[in-house]
C-alpha cells in the first residue's frame, strides 16, 4: 500500500430473522429483523495511516436505506448528516482519527491478526410479517391418549430476500413428551433423541430449486405411555449467504479506498412455530 494506492476495505452485512409463527393463521406472524454492517481493514493499513498521518476520509452510502428503522452507527467511529433529504440512500464519513486510534489498539492486542474487523452500524429492519420471512411455517398438533401426529408445513419464501438464496443446514426441532415409546411413522426420517425427548429433522439445503419450489411438509406419529402429549414450540435453524432481507448495500463516496469484497449473510435467530 503505497502512498498514492487506493486502500483496500471490505464490508458485511449480517442479518438476524427472529419470527414466531401460531398455526397456519399467516395474519398472526411476529417478525423481528436486526443486522449490522461491519468493515473490515488489512493489517498494513495501521503502518500506512503512521506514515500518513491525514489520510483521505473514508466517506460511503448505504442504499435501500428507508427499509432500515432504529439505526445506531458507532457513535466513536461514525458521522452522518441527520438533515440528509434523499430516502433511500443514506452518506456516513468515518472520524479518521478515532479510527486510527483504535485500529492501533487492536493491533497492539492482535498482533498476529491479518485483518481487523470495526463494527460500524446497528439496525432493525422494517418487516411486513409473513412475507419477511424466508421460510413459512405452520405446524398442527394431533394429541390422542395413546399416540400424537405432528405435521410441520414449511414453504421458501424468496420474496422475502433481495436474490432468492438457498438456505443452508436447516434444522427442525420439536420436544414431544408424554412418554414417547416409539416412532411409528416419520416422513422424511428425523433422528429421535430418547434422552432429550424430542425430534429433529435435518435438511441440508432449502431453495427454489429443491423439490416443489422450496415447499413441503414433515410428518411423525409417536406411540406413548404417558399422553396425551401437551404441544410444544417448534425451533428452527438456518443460515444462508449472498443476500440479506433488508437489500442495503454500500457504495465508496469519493477517493482513497476501494471494496475488495462486500459479503451479505442472514440467518435465523429465535425462529419458532407453535400450534
Not at 498514492?4 to 411476529?30: H, I, M, W
Not at 430516502?87 to 492486542?109: C, G, R, T, Y
Request: glycine share 6%; aromatic share 8%.
Amino acid at each position: 500500500m503505497g502512498a498514492q494506492d487506493t486502500l483496500p476495505v471490505a464490508a458485511a452485512f449480517t442479518e438476524t430473522v427472529n419470527a414466531y409463527f401460531k398455526g397456519a393463521d399467516s395474519s398472526r406472524c411476529v417478525v423481528k429483523i436486526t443486522g449490522e454492517m461491519v468493515l473490515s481493514f488489512p493489517a498494513g493499513i495501521t503502518r500506512h495511516f503512521a506514515n500518513n498521518p491525514s489520510p483521505a476520509i473514508l466517506t460511503f452510502s448505504i442504499t435501500n436505506y428507508s427499509r432500515l428503522e432504529h439505526v445506531l452507527p458507532n457513535p466513536q467511529l461514525l458521522c452522518c448528516d441527520s438533515t440528509q433529504s434523499s430516502a433511500d440512500s443514506k452518506e456516513f464519513w468515518v472520524n479518521m482519527p478515532n479510527l486510527m486510534i483504535h485500529l492501533k489498539k487492536v493491533a497492539e492486542q492482535k498482533p498476529q491478526a491479518t485483518y481487523y474487523n470495526v463494527d460500524m452500524l446497528k439496525y432493525q429492519v422494517s418487516a411486513l410479517g409473513i412475507q419477511s420471512t424466508p421460510l413459512n411455517l405452520a405446524v398442527s398438533w394431533r394429541c390422542e391418549p395413546t399416540t400424537t401426529d405432528l405435521r410441520i408445513d414449511y414453504k421458501y419464501n424468496g420474496d422475502a430476500m433481495t436474490t432468492p438464496v438457498a438456505l443452508h443446514n436447516v434444522q427442525f426441532l420439536v420436544p414431544v413428551d408424554g412418554g414417547v415409546t416409539k416412532l411409528q411413522a416419520v416422513l422424511p426420517p428425523a433422528a429421535w433423541n430418547a434422552e432429550q425427548q424430542r425430534i429433529l429433522w435435518k435438511i441440508p439445503e432449502i431453495s427454489l430449486k429443491s423439490e416443489n419450489g422450496g415447499v413441503g411438509s414433515l410428518l411423525a406419529r409417536f406411540q406413548l405411555t404417558e399422553g396425551p402429549s401437551k404441544p410444544s414450540a417448534l425451533a428452527l435453524q438456518f443460515t444462508s449467504e449472498g443476500s440479506t432481507l433488508s437489500g442495503c448495500d454500500i457504495q465508496l463516496v469519493g477517493g482513497g479506498y476501494r471494496f475488495s469484497l462486500i459479503k451479505k449473510r442472514f440467518a435465523a435467530g429465535k425462529y419458532m412455530a407453535d400450534n
